[in-house]
Nanobody, 114 residues
Framework: VQLVESGGGLVQAGGSLRLSCAAS????????MGWYRQAPGKQRELVAT???????NYADSVKGRFTISRDNAKNTVYLQMNSLKPEDTAVYYC?????????WGQGTQVTVSS
């Protein structure tokens, strides 16, 4: 299983970014896929998940601003991030579990300037 994130960068507060997670070795439509983030000096935290049935779940801090989705044909999961805040600054990771093993991408840096 390989998860490759992209789309991070530097953006001003109030701006938007879309993160992508291209998966191989796992079918995103058949697994729960998640986005997590880790800010400097803080623990990694859940941002959003999407199940095989397209049920979504969000951290309270991002509800109404972030949207998780997937493209089955591209086997890719997305995180659309709008109205970004400086406190959203973190490394964002894609995650899934398959046959009892946990898999993570390498992460993509998101920096929001005030």
């Amino acid at each position: 299983v390989q998860l490759v994130e992209s789309g991070g960068g530097l953006v001003q507060a109030g701006g938007s970014l879309r993160l992508s997670c291209a998966a191989s070795g796992v079918i995103v439509s058949g697994n729960t896929m998640g986005w997590y983030r880790q800010a400097p000096g803080k623990q990694r935290e859940l941002v959003a998940t999407i199940t095989s049935g397209r049920r979504t779940n969000y951290a309270d801090s991002v509800k109404g601003r972030f949207t998780i989705s997937r493209d089955n044909a591209k086997n890719t999961v997305y995180l659309q991030m709008n109205s970004l805040k400086p406190e959203d600054t973190a490394v964002y990771y894609c995650q899934t579990s398959d046959y009892g093993s946990n898999y993570w991408g390498q992460g993509t840096q998101v920096t929001v300037s005030s």
